[in-house]
């Protein structure tokens, strides 16, 4: 993996963020490639991994990654992880007094787990349910599964909607010793000494928390030769937004210049809601993008629920999909799809978009809350085109809302950032037969990035866009959820005949198409959540929110910068622009 790499450090925030993270991850650890063959693959992996060698002499190749939750959150995962072993043996304790050992039972691993477990000790498993990839040992990561072409796969399969409590229950890969980081203050399980509101997150960054994260992030940032910028991920809805908003804070005062995207994540539903807590999380959320927004290259909060409000819409429902929107290794999982989408651009091996750049095309004018949009999966028939898949959507356009923002369907945008992964050349453009009229006006354009542009500036005419196009699918390994119906194929083509057989095929990869969007759909989505926290007197439902040196002068200054920019998004004036717009004077 040679050749100029734009590296990128990811911080991921909170219980949720390290559910979608792990997906995440996963999928990057799927895609993992060394070819000898001279074929690179499309995508740059060094950008988001880096290189290591034990003291023992083994190659290691790891996230770069700082992932922080609270006591607790772990369960089996070991917070210094098991690459490294022999140099903490080697450094053994020198104390020669006497020593007290106190155990306890460790939890209970699941089938994925136990199987994990298996490999790491050198295990053959039976009848091939695994094979171990040819880098194994290169990877530092036990490779499960791993989709070699589309004709091999493993024959095993898990389900986990009932055993994973916690993300490290499906992650698959290793992690550097330096990369997770646990708050002890704060518990995962349990009523109290939990971190639900704003101000608690904020006073972490002062003390302990705070050293230990800097120094995490200089042992990342010395070792990168071109560092491109940060990837954050970070819980939206409690006490993680108020530790997001003070790290993307340090992150702009330390990293000036380098691109800081980061990601408000909110799971559909938490355990024992009541009343007041959902109080919190709406007041958490208003505090969290306003500060994050600031200090951000842009913000974009990511959920299924249908609003970020005290009453949201229902979901948004995936034609081919069966998947439980409340179950978060399920919601998690369809995020991270997404996020591995979009995030092509400053990851692509030839021709990448750099952070900065990225960010620059879509926070218009310092309008730098943006909102994604996904189809997942893109709907093709097996045997068509891009153009038929486009054409049949007749009533709108394919994608649902992922940020809780509906299009307001009207045209307008100020910058938007499209991508589409999945579908490979032959599947793009249709083949022209002299002589013959083509089915489409899309047909008559010759690559994919042309026909999918010119198809979304017809709904959105005039309006600013960069489009990507990358034929390879997100890659599908144990143990990511089955939640695709039987109309799928295995490359996640739709069959137009849908299978009567009871057993079919796990799906192994899928396409995606991603938009994300700065437009004026946003100044009322912002504005309502403005005014659904404006109605909430914390010193009243929740006496305990206004601690840790936030104050509610600073809750109402902070509310009044929600408004103001909200506002923004409703200036027509500020760089948008619209095929519609001269008509409009006239």
């Not at 000036?256 to 709406?282: A, D, Q, Y």
Request: include cysteine; charged fraction near 20%; hydrophobic fraction near 35%.
């Amino acid at each position: 993996m040679s050749g100029l790499c734009r590296e990128v450090i990811t911080l991921q925030l909170g219980h949720y963020s390290n559910f979608v993270g792990t997906h995440w991850w996963n999928l990057q650890e799927a895609s993992l490639c060394y070819d000898s063959d001279g074929s690179p693959e499309e995508l740059q992996s060094d950008v988001m991994f880096r290189e290591g060698v034990t003291l023992g002499g083994q190659v290691t190749y790891t996230p770069r990654l700082i992932a922080m939750d609270v006591k607790g959150s772990l369960q089996t995962l070991r917070e210094e992880g098991i690459l490294y072993e022999a140099e903490k043996n080697a450094s053994a304790h020198s104390w020669k007094g006497q020593m007290v050992t106190h155990k306890h039972t460790p939890s209970t691993k699941n089938s994925f787990l136990q199987d994990l477990d298996k490999l790491d000790d050198g295990e053959i498993l039976a009848d091939n349910d695994f094979h171990s990839s040819q880098q194994a040992q290169h990877s530092g990561a036990v490779a499960i599964a791993t989709v070699n072409s589309s004709l091999e796969h493993s024959k095993k399969t898990y389900s986990l909607e009932g055993s994973v409590r916690v993300w490290s229950d499906f992650l698959r890969l290793h992690l550097h010793p330096r990369t997770i980081s646990v708050i002890h203050e704060y518990n995962h399980e349990g009523e109290s000494g939990r971190l639900e509101a704003f101000g608690q997150g904020e006073a972490l960054c002062k003390g302990p928390v705070l050293e230990e994260l800097e120094d995490r992030l200089h042992f990342f940032t010395e070792e990168c030769d071109y560092l491109q910028g940060f990837q954050v991920l970070c819980d939206l809805s409690d006490g993680f937004s108020g530790l997001g908003s003070k790290v993307t804070e340090m992150l702009q005062d330390s990293y000036g210049g380098r691109g800081i995207l980061t990601w408000g994540l909110s799971p559909v539903s938490h355990p024992n809601m009541t009343p007041v807590k959902e109080h919190c999380h709406l007041l958490n959320v208003a505090l969290g993008m306003v500060h994050m927004a600031n200090s951000s290259s842009f913000f974009c909060p990511l959920t299924l629920k249908g609003g970020l409000g005290p009453r949201p819409n229902a979901s948004p429902v995936f034609p081919h999909l069966n998947y439980d929107p409340s179950i978060w290794y399920h919601s998690s999982s369809l995020l991270a799809l997404a996020l591995d989408t979009m995030t092509v651009p400053y990851r692509l091996r030839q021709h990448s978009t750099p952070m900065w750049q990225m960010a620059d095309a879509l926070a218009v004018s310092g309008k730098k809350v943006v909102s994604a949009y996904g189809a997942i999966p893109f709907p093709v028939d097996h045997g068509t085109y891009l153009s038929d898949a486009l054409d049949a959507f007749t009533d709108g356009l394919p994608w649902k809302p992922l940020s809780a923002c509906p299009e307001q369907g009207n045209g307008r945008c100020y910058g938007q950032s499209v991508t589409l992964r999945g579908l490979d050349e032959q599947s793009l453009v249709r083949p022209q037969v002299p002589g013959r009229q083509p089915p489409s006006e899309l047909d008559y354009y010759s690559n994919g990035e042309d026909i999918l542009s010119s198809y979304i500036q017809s709904h959105y005419p005039g309006s600013s866009m960069a489009v990507q196009t990358v034929s390879s699918a997100s890659k599908l390994t144990p143990p990511f959820p089955q939640i695709f119906n039987k109309s799928m194929g295995p490359q996640g083509l739709l069959h137009q005949h849908v299978p009567t057989k009871a057993v079919v095929p796990p799906v192994v990869g899928v396409p995606v198409l991603t938009s994300l969007q700065s437009s004026p759909a946003l100044g009322p989505w912002l504005s309502e959540l403005y005014t659904a926290a404006s109605r909430l007197d914390p010193r009243r439902i929740a006496p305990s929110f206004l601690t840790h040196d936030l104050e509610h002068s600073d809750l109402h200054e902070a509310l009044e910068q929600l408004r103001v920019l909200a506002q923004c998004y409703r200036n027509d004036s500020s760089g948008m622009r619209n095929s519609s717009s001269s008509s409009d004077d006239d």
